[in-house]
């Protein structure tokens, strides 16, 4: 029998989370310990692993959505089952969980997936983007109950109104040790807290459920296999011969091993290379910024971000994604065109990437991207972004001209169809009227996905770029 | 003759076997069933069902006994001891056909006959069961063999004088004089009824008291009930011989501690004295499975090999509601839904003589052992106004609780109706009700239940009715 999936505790003191990205698709089976979903909480990307066997019947949450604790993320059963009756209880249960900040679950059965609407937010990943992630050990499912049992799945501790469902005794221990309840993961049926997840608790350092440690706190017992391999391995083990040392990977390094693997594997990848002249562009920015004098400084970084949005919007087959379970007339595949244009910014970060986000990036003034670019760089640095700062790009900007890179091809970031790698500002011997000159020259590198754009879509996109920043007075208009 | 590959094969219908049984086909398994005798297994056909059915009689036969104590002429009251029999075996019959009829209602084949694990083909291979001339193929077998009644070395059983449980309930006529050999919960029902008939009973038991895994203060009490009863009982006695003298029996016992041997005889002697589980015939050697003292070896999620499950008597659980909660998680295990762990420390027990017990959870001597910090409270049937009222004093119900956490660490109850209310104890320790929520619990009045709340308020020492 269908049963709801609540959003679980991903992190002990989560009290929501953002719907990130979906990693199975309606109607992939799923096993216990597949990842199916990644869950942006307050404190980095988590994973969110089924507890369960079956079929995802349907997901009640578009990704970039925000869910409270508990409330329904999915339906997970068998292959054909009816789950329109757990879709109208889920919606029942979602608004008892409180509002959402977008809309409700779909009561349609059709995948969200194929109706080419612009999503509102999708969840970068690439290198750019990975993100402070880590995984918590066997992420308890608050609200999956026991499948076949259907009274179990609506016990999830927080699945009813925000009521703590704890044994009598837990509770009372939870008073005597001093800890919070509303941080304790239950493993007791139907993901009621009991004795054991209140010491656990206690021994974990208080108001922190072993079955949801804090990622500072984790490592030393990891509890799902899956994790064990990477878990028990040793710090810094050095081979007998002194040869190689095995540093720990981070959570987010990981991320990226994982994420940049699949997106250079996954998606067939060509590239696009232009160089242009530069001088138009530097002459703007000085001029842009003497203007703006004490109130700011406009980067090169932002006028490419500003045209790179620009030029969406001249291209738009190139502000797009492939969709590969998207059914259109009984058929697999489709083009999803995004109707918003949102730049993502590759922002480098201690051990890692982070990728947020201008939304609009097209509607936006240079002087505002530029005073935005800055704070969310800032706010990267510190890990301090919020969900929705960092998902729902559209396409990616990666520069490292700052770092004396001429040029270099960057891995796309599904399910974004186009990524551009700046390269630095070079002083070039260049032809003007039949005479050699010196001249400043930049190049750009496309990376292509090839599903959705053929060499000469991405050639004509690149050509709108460059025909922007060459006149970076248009940028302005 | 091979067949389509089952899901599972379960071996032996017992309440472990037919409640798997049911549950995998209940979760889309295509399932069969072995079974070489009776659909039900023991439990149903020779254990727990006739018994009470047995018991029942006997309880009858007491309250026509007292029925002037209660304003009640009754007269001419005796057994009919082919009735009883007879009685006991027909209720066996229609339990055992209700399982047949669970079986065809939810598809599930019953194959009779004695079933064999054949070596397998591969690792990936389903497993072959042979069963008579048929082979089965099966990806899973759940092993629920149960267990059979052993004896001690030196004692024969020969079916007729010198019995086991199986025998003892279906004798040709009732023994005027029965030996009991061990003194759990077997001999003590069977000594109970037979009391009832007006049977002289004589309990030997090597350890120094009845129901030896009770709480001692159970033990006590049983001990004083049987004292006014007239059953004899030998504790702390070792039979050192048991033999056959034409229609009789001559036992020796000895005291364990030493001193003067007692010679005793009987018509019957009942050896009760614990099973042995059933696993010769079934071809384990060739699947690497390992045995304890007998029992199947299995891990925590009662796996005992690839594809391999066993459950039950035959792993060492000896309670049928322990095998049929161990039918259902493997099930479920085999299934691939949620399964819920069972919590062995929340396993009551019941044993139906009369007084009747019935506990949960550690005893005080146990706790105690454990350095566990307890508050003890009893609450005697003789204050219990439904109790007075029913004529049913004797008893009480004595619950431990953890001093500081308020968990229940224990309960033992000895009395009227304490096998059904032992329920609220079992679902207070496998959910955690502290004695606080217990207390504050309203419990019917007036009710056997209300019992457990006023032990419970011993314990914390402001019991109101006492």
Known sequence: ?477 | MSDAPLDVVVIGSGPGGYVAAIRCAQLGLKTACVERAELGGICLNWGCIPTKALLKSAEILDHARRAKEFGVIVEGVRPDFAAIIKRSREIADKISKGVGFLFRKNKIEHIAGTAKLLPRAGAWQPHKIQVGDRVVEAKHVILATGARAKSLPGIELDGERIVEYRRAMTLPQQPRTLAVLGAGAIGVEFASFYRSLGTEITIVEFLPRLVPNEDAEISLELQKAFDKRGIKTLVGHKLASARRDGDRVKLVAEPAAGGAKVELEADVLLVAVGVAPNTETLGLEAHGIQLDRGFIKTDAENRCGDGLWAIGDVIGRGLAHVASAEGVFVAEKIAGVHAEPLQYDAIPACTYCHPEIASIGLTEATAKAQNLPIKVGRFPWRTLARAVGSGETTGFVKVIWHAETGALVGAHLIGPAVTDIIAELSLAKSTEVNAESLMSTIHAHPTFAEAIRGATEDAYGHAIDL
């Open chain 1, 1 to 477: 029998m269908a049963q709801i999936i609540g959003l679980p505790k991903l992190s002990p003191t989560m009290e929501e989370g953002v719907l990130v990205r979906w990693t199975k698709h309606e109607g992939d089976k799923v096993s216990p310990g597949d990842l199916i979903a990644e869950v942006e909480t307050d404190k980095a990307n988590m994973d969110f692993n089924i507890e369960d066997e079956g079929v995802l019947l349907k997901f009640l949450v578009k990704e970039g959505e925000t869910v409270k604790l508990g409330a329904p993320v999915a339906i997970i059963g068998k292959a054909g089952e009816d789950v329109s009756a757990l879709v109208q209880q889920a919606a029942q249960r979602a608004s008892d969980s409180g509002p959402r900040t977008s809309a409700g679950p779909e009561t349609s059965t059709s995948a969200p997936a194929a109706k080419a609407q612009p999503r509102e937010a999708t969840k970068p990943e690439m290198e750019q983007r990975a993100k402070p992630t880590t995984k918590p050990p066997a992420p308890a499912s608050s609200a999956t109950g026991p499948a076949e049992r259907p009274q179990a799945a609506d016990l999830g501790p927080q699945a009813h109104s925000g009521k703590l469902l704890a044994s009598p005794l837990a509770k009372s221990l939870a008073i005597e040790l001093g800890i919070d309840l509303r941080h304790v993961t239950g493993s007791g049926p139907g993901g009621r807290i009991v004795e054991r997840d209140v010491r656990g608790a206690a021994e974990a350092g208080g108001g922190n459920g072993h079955a949801a440690p804090q990622p500072e706190a984790r490592s030393p017992k990891p509890e799902a296999p899956a994790q064990t391999a990477i878990a028990v391995r040793r710090p810094q083990a050095a081979d007998s011969d002194g040869d190689y040392t095995d540093v720990p990977a981070s959570a987010m390094r990981k991320r990226i091993a994982q994420r940049l693997t699949e997106a250079k594997r996954d998606v067939p990848h060509f590239y696009l290379m232009r160089t242009f002249d530069a001088a138009p562009m530097l002459g703007f920015r000085e001029r842009l910024n003497t203007l703006l004098g004490d109130r700011g400084k406009v980067s090169v970084n932002d006028l490419i971000v500003k045209a790179v949005a620009l030029a969406l919007r001249r291209v738009p087959e190139a502000n797009a994604a492939w969709e590969p379970k998207a059914i259109i007339d009984g058929s697999e595949g489709a083009i999803r065109v995004f109707h918003r244009v949102h730049v993502g910014i590759a922002v480098a970060i201690e051990d890692g990437l982070v990728t947020p986000v201008v939304r609009d990036a097209d509607q936006k003034g240079i002087g505002a991207i530029a005073a935005e670019v800055r704070d969310l760089a800032d706010r990267a640095k510190h890990r301090q972004l919020k969900g929705h700062e960092i998902t729902g790009s559209t396409f990616t900007v990666s520069n490292l001209g700052m770092f004396g890179i001429e040029r270099f091809t960057a891995i796309l970031n599904p399910p974004e169809a186009g990524i551009l790698a700046i390269g630095t500002v070079v002083d070039a011997p260049v032809v003007v009227n039949n005479q050699l000159a010196i001249g400043k020259r930049m190049t750009v590198t496309m990376s292509c996905d090839h599903r959705v754009i053929d060499g000469a879509l991405g050639a004509r996109w690149l050509a709108a770029f460059v025909d922007l920043i060459e006149h970076p007075e248009s940028l302005a208009l």
